[in-house]
């Protein structure tokens, strides 16, 4: 069965720094990968999403995440955050195209200092 | 905003009790699942209803049941509520083609 690790329960960042979110999955195939960003109270918001091709991937507000087969990871980065990106991100890895049974990791809670 | 709108917002219901936690989807949208987030969690996959059906299960028990209907509209039905249901509810749908699209959850408690 596929699983996904976010290793960092959560990380403070000074508003302007760059970030960087790891995400390691377990699955014996190519997977389908995503970041999804939840605000407090809200739903969860899809950032981006790796199908094929490319392994850098651009998203919305600003992230990028690349896909790194040999390590089985699918990091998230951004390089300037801005106060408003103060959040809940979650990595997820669905088994198949079009699969929408998404496994998501634990999250990883970002904090923005002024 | 995702055009998935779910209620109630919030809900407080006792052990045993039963619940229905409904989303409307997307015109044209012909899958929804529904995803339980415990807190300080990820989400979990209970099931993913297509075309009306049952389209797959994760590790939850029979007590948690799903009606999708034609309208796009769906249902999350758990009888014998216990202390550990206590969650945010959400449901996703989809066209089965590529992402979904996340409502904002129902928040349901448990006493």
């Known amino acids: 069965a596929q699983s996904v690790t976010q290793p960092d329960i959560h990380i403070t960042v000074s508003e302007g720094a760059s970030l960087e979110l790891r995400c390691n999955y377990s699955?014996?195939?190519?997977?389908?990968l995503f970041w999804y960003v939840q605000s407090p109270g809200q739903g969860l918001q899809l950032l981006l999403k790796?199908?094929?091709?490319?392994?850098l991937v651009q998203g919305i507000k600003g992230f990028e995440a690349e896909f790194k087969r040999s390590q089985s990871s699918f990091n998230l980065r951004k390089p300037s955050v801005h106060w408003s990106d103060a959040a809940e991100y979650f990595c997820?890895?669905?088994?198949?195209?079009?699969?929408?049974?998404?496994?998501f990791g634990t999250g990883t809670r970002l904090t923005i200092i002024p | 905003e995702t055009g998935v709108t779910q209620s109630p917002t919030h809900l407080i219901k006792t052990r045993g009790q039963q619940v229905t936690l409904r989303c409307s989807s997307q015109?044209?949208?012909?899958?929804v699942s529904w995803y339980q987030q415990a807190l300080g969690q990820g989400p979990q996959f209970i099931f993913q209803?297509?075309?009306?059906?049952?389209?797959g299960r994760g590790n939850f028990p029979p007590r948690f049941s799903g009606l999708q209907f034609p309208n796009y509209s769906s249902e999350l039905n758990v009888n014998a509520l216990e202390l550990d249901d206590s969650a945010l509810y959400l449901c996703?749908?989809?066209?089965?083609?590529?992402?979904?699209?996340f409502g904002p959850g129902t928040r349901l408690l448990v006493l």
């Open positions: 699955y014996g195939a190519t997977p389908y």
């Open positions: 997820a890895v669905a088994t198949a195209f079009g699969n929408e049974k998404l496994t």
């Open positions: 209803y297509y075309r009306e059906e049952e389209n």
């Open positions: 996703a749908s989809g066209t089965g083609q590529e992402t979904q699209y």
């Open positions: 015109s044209g949208h012909n899958t």
């Open positions: 790796y199908f094929s091709g490319d392994t």
